[in-house]
């Protein structure tokens, strides 16, 4: 079993930063890809970023140049430095993980996510 815990979300005025957490623990050999997805109220969740293990990111058009995403894979956790933020960009903020299993593939999974509020 696995589980995906993110963290840091909260209350934050435009233009403002936050910084989010994720770790995945339990029964984990390797993880491949990690992202961020968000869902405001009445939308379909949304890619925010996305990196894989080698480090590469890339960006949703609307977070690129404010939002930056890393990765530790010692501690197999994710983060997301959030700049600049925008009403807008207000959401629950989820983190998955997509874990390895060999040949048996991989699977993905995903935390309860963390509310961002951004008041203007």
């Known amino acids: 079993q696995v589980q995906v815990v993110e963290s840091g979300g909260g209350l934050v005025q435009a233009g403002g930063s936050l910084s989010l957490s994720c770790a995945a623990s339990?029964?984990?050999?390797?993880?491949?890809?990690m992202g961020w997805y968000r869902q405001a109220p009445g939308s379909q969740r949304e890619l925010v970023a996305r990196?894989?293990?080698?480090?590469?990111?890339s960006y949703s058009d609307s977070v690129k140049g404010r939002f930056a995403i890393s990765r530790d894979n010692a501690k197999n956790a994710v983060y997301l430095q959030m700049n600049s933020l925008k009403p807008e960009d207000t959401a629950v903020y989820y983190c998955n993980a997509d874990v390895l299993y060999g040949v048996r593939g991989s699977y993905t999974y995903w935390g309860r996510g963390t509310q961002v509020t951004v008041s203007s």
């Open positions: 990196i894989t293990r080698g480090g590469g990111a």
């Open positions: 339990g029964s984990i050999f390797s993880i491949n890809d």
